[in-house]
């Protein structure tokens, strides 16, 4: 078998308006993401992330789908599928609103974006969603449309998103508060503006609409910004394992519930919401967790450790060969000196807060490691981890 196999093009995956100007650019790699190419990696992972965190990059990130519900009926349908309340969100706002099953499983985390009282876009994750979603709204029988319209998102993402994104949207974008978005013209057409983005280090989201003017967005974002060092880019493990970013089909998947990935607190049980998932989470909240989802920290001020996996079973394993838990990311930071993994813990090793919080595990080459347990997201801070640069 090749060291390094290629992923063959066909039509059931889909390309990008971008997809051209990414490869002419230095993309190196590509993952698949709703039936679509994502890059990965264009320098190298750890390059990339350096760059991010220093200046700003243009990501094509069209593999976040669009699942559009407008109608009548379109706040019920999305509040069905999610247990946060959507009742009180003002047009022009984005919310993390994770899509639960009637048992309590994650089905997607998309953010929501209300672009009328009878209009939402879910932009989702790496799942089907807009099967369930039609379903739903034909079991039913709501007054409501469900479709996948064509848009293909764009993210300007880094400390001088904002400079840059300014030059060619005006400095109106400066006014668009975390987690809203506002229609703003490129060449006399409007695109959706949302502050928002699949880092920490600031940025926007463009909701490209239009083939051809999305191809000229793109080249007029590398023309405007040329002085602030701008490169195309891509989500990066490094900055979203640092930053605590979940990934859904790493960290947790249609296997885990939403109180055992930890996102309780985007919602309230107490509210009497009209969600498909609420009467099992309330159920679940009661009898308590039998895992969830925690990160671990490795010391590797040297570089990467060895990989911590069991690659027969994709768990954890402690230094007495024990399943601990299922893996989910795994990157080292060379900013903390530290292999970070994310990992959904099963019962029986949580940790006492006011006790001992680490644990033994097995690494890929026999070797034991002690891994420092922490909830998500990491405090580097108070677990005294300081940065080495």
């Not at 290629?6 to 990008?16: E, F, P, V, Y």
């Not at 296997?255 to 996102?263: D, I, R, S, Y």
């Not at 590797?300 to 069991?310: E, F, L, R, V």
């Amino acid at each position: 078998m090749s060291p390094n196999p290629t992923l063959a093009i066909s039509n059931r995956l889909r390309s990008t308006p971008f997809t051209g100007r990414v490869k002419q650019h230095g993309a190196k790699a590509f993952t698949v993401y709703n039936h679509m190419l994502l890059p990965t990696e264009f320098a190298s992972l750890e390059e990339d992330y350096w760059h991010l965190c220093e200046h700003v990059q243009v990501w094509d990130v069209s593999a976040e789908r669009q699942v559009e519900v407008k109608g009548v009926d379109a706040c019920k349908l999305v509040q069905w599928m999610t247990p946060r309340s959507v009742a009180n969100v003002d047009v022009g706002r984005c919310v993390y609103a994770p899509l639960v099953d009637e048992h309590g499983f994650l089905i997607n985390d998309p953010v929501a974006l209300k672009l009328a009282d009878d209009h939402w876009w879910l932009s989702i994750a790496d799942s089907d969603v807009l099967l369930w979603a039609k379903g739903l709204a034909t079991a039913g029988k709501l007054n409501v449309s469900v479709r996948e319209p064509d848009v293909w998102p764009l993210a300007v993402q880094g400390p001088q998103a904002q400079e840059l994104m300014a030059r060619v949207f005006g400095e109106v974008v400066k006014d668009i508060g975390f987690f809203r978005f506002k229609p703003l013209p490129f060449n006399g057409h409007l695109f959706n503006v949302a502050r928002s983005g699949w880092s920490k280090q600031g940025g926007f989201e463009i909701y490209v609409d239009d083939a051809h003017l999305g191809a000229a967005l793109y080249d007029a974002l590398f023309e405007a910004g040329d002085d602030l060092e701008v490169r195309s880019g891509c989500p990066n493990l490094i900055e979203r394992m640092e930053s605590s970013l979940l990934s859904f089909g790493n960290d947790m998947n249609m296997n885990h519930t939403l109180l055992e990935c930890g996102l309780d607190s985007f919602v309230d049980l107490t509210l009497d919401v009209d969600s498909l998932s609420i009467d099992a989470l309330r159920a679940q909240q009661q009898r308590g967790l039998d895992r969830k989802l925690v990160g671990l920290a490795i010391a590797s001020p040297d570089g990467p450790a060895p990989a911590a996996i069991d690659v027969a079973t994709n768990f954890l394993l402690s230094s007495h060969g024990e399943s601990i838990g299922r893996l989910g990311s795994q990157v080292w930071s060379p900013r903390y000196g530290q292999q970070l993994l994310t990992v959904m813990l099963e019962k029986a090793f949580f940790i006492d807060p006011d006790g001992e919080n680490t644990l033994k595990i097995q690494m890929d080459d026999g070797s034991h490691q002690a891994a420092m347990v922490m909830n998500l997201p990491f405090d580097f801070k108070a677990a005294g981890i300081l940065a080495q640069q």
